[in-house]
Structure formats: structure tokens, C-alpha cells
């Protein structure tokens, strides 16, 4: 891929993130996606709902001939930040099984509530395929 991670030299290295990345290519965007599988069905937890999101953004950028080497930037909408920060292995965990070390361009904020009211977080992501 043709991307280069945009860390400036003075910065603190992230960790489980990218400040910024300039990539070219074919550019693919996801909708919000929620942690519910192909019936419909959320789990209870919110690392197994996070893990079904990673699942359903790969089905997304397959569609588009992306793979997760691909991804640049993720939005993350968490309905509660305690329990984000509270479940931050498990969710590392979940995020590598999918993803691998690949960390783009990432932002975490919370709201009052999703349009799915069983949902504790949904995600946009947005990739480049290279030319």
C-alpha cells in the first residue's frame, strides 16, 4: 500500500494508534457500523460486540477488494467511555485478532446514545487501496 504514518519527531509514539496517515488510492468509506451479525443479533459485551464490528468491517472493505492493511482512519462512538477505558485488553486483544499491528488513524468519542439502542458502540472506518 502507499501510505506513509504522519508521526511528527518531537511526539510521544502512540500506542494502538497513528496521529495521521497519507495514503493514495482508492478510497472506501463504511457507514456506521454496528456489533450485530447477519440475523440481527447483538451480543451482550462490549468487546463481543467490538469484535463483531471488526468482523463486519472486513466483510465491508472485502467487498470493495480492501483488506485491513488497508484501513486509515477509524471513528469510534462509544455510548460509555468508562466502559471503553474498562475493557481496554480484552479490546486489543479483539482488535489484533482482526486487524493485526496495523493501527490507523483513530478517534474515540462518546454520545448520549446510537440509533440501535442495544448497541455500546459503532464504528466508521475508511480505507485506501493502492492504484
Same mark, same amino acid.
Not at 471503553?84 to 479490546?91: F, S
Given at each position: 500500500?502507499?501510505?506513509?504514518?504522519?508521526?511528527?519527531?518531537?511526539?510521544?509514539?502512540?500506542?494502538?494508534?497513528?496521529?495521521?496517515?497519507?495514503?493514495?488510492?482508492?478510497?472506501?468509506?463504511?457507514?456506521?457500523?454496528?456489533?450485530?451479525?447477519?440475523?440481527?443479533?447483538?451480543? *451482550?459485551? #462490549?468487546?463481543?460486540?467490538?469484535?463483531?464490528?471488526? +468482523?463486519?468491517?472486513?466483510?465491508? =472493505?472485502? !467487498?470493495?477488494? @480492501? &483488506?485491513?492493511?488497508?484501513?486509515?482512519?477509524?471513528?469510534?462512538?462509544?455510548?460509555?467511555?468508562?466502559?471503553?477505558?474498562?475493557?481496554?485488553?480484552?479490546?486489543?486483544?479483539?482488535?489484533? *485478532?482482526? #486487524?493485526?499491528?496495523?493501527?490507523?488513524?483513530?478517534? +474515540?468519542?462518546?454520545?448520549?446514545? =446510537?440509533? !440501535?439502542?442495544? @448497541? &455500546?458502540?459503532?464504528?466508521?472506518?475508511?480505507?485506501?487501496?493502492?492504484?
Amino acid at each position: 500500500m502507499t501510505f506513509r504514518i504522519l508521526q511528527p519527531k518531537d511526539w510521544p509514539r502512540p500506542k494502538g494508534y497513528a496521529n495521521g496517515i497519507a495514503a493514495q488510492g482508492k478510497i472506501i468509506v463504511t457507514g456506521g457500523v454496528v456489533g450485530w451479525d447477519a440475523a440481527g443479533v447483538f451480543p *451482550e459485551s #462490549f468487546v463481543d460486540q467490538a469484535a463483531q464490528i471488526f +468482523a463486519n468491517i472486513l466483510a465491508i =472493505l472485502a !467487498e470493495g477488494g @480492501a &483488506k485491513p492493511s488497508h484501513l486509515i482512519r477509524m471513528t469510534w462512538f462509544l455510548t460509555d467511555i468508562d466502559e471503553y477505558l474498562a475493557n481496554q485488553k480484552g479490546l486489543g486483544k479483539a482488535y489484533r *485478532e482482526y #486487524f493485526g499491528t496495523h493501527y490507523p488513524a483513530m478517534a +474515540a468519542v462518546q454520545v448520549v446514545r =446510537l440509533i !440501535e439502542p442495544q @448497541a &455500546k458502540i459503532e464504528i466508521e472506518a475508511t480505507a485506501v487501496v493502492p492504484d
